[in-house]
C-alpha cells in the first residue's frame, strides 16, 4: 500500500475538519432592502420569476386578499413599474403558486388548481401572445 493510499483517512478527515470550520465562519453583515415598485409592507410578495434579459418579473401576492399572479416590467431610469395582475389566469384558478418564466420570457408555468374542476392541483403554462 503506498504513503497515498495509507493517507487517504487522514486526508478526508482534514479536508472535512476545514469544511466544518468554513461553514461555522460568521457571514458578513448585509441588509435587508425590499424591491422599490414591487414590495410592499402591507401584501406579501413571493416567488419571483425574472424573465433571461432581466427586464420582466412575475410574482405571487396577497394583495388582493387570495394569492394572484402580477407582472411587473423595469422601465428604462432602472425602477419596477406598478405591477399589474395576471388577470386572464388569476380570474380563472382558485389556487396558484410557483410561477416560472422560459429562458424568453413568452411562456409561464405555474401550480394551479381549479375548483370542481382538477381534482389536485397541477403545472400549466401559459403563451404570451400579441405582447
Known sequence: MSF???NIPLFMWAFCMAL???AQ???ATSTRTLVPGI???KFTEF???ISADGRTMIF???KEKDWKLYESHLNESGTWEEPIPLTVINEKFHFLAGPSLDYDGNTLYFTGFIENVTPSEDIYYSHRLDG
Do not use: L
Open 39 to 41: 414590495s410592499t409592507k
Open 60 to 62: 405571487e401576492s396577497n
Open 47 to 49: 416567488a419571483p420569476t
Open 20 to 22: 466544518v470550520a468554513h
Open 4 to 6: 497515498a493510499q495509507k
Open 25 to 27: 465562519t460568521p457571514p
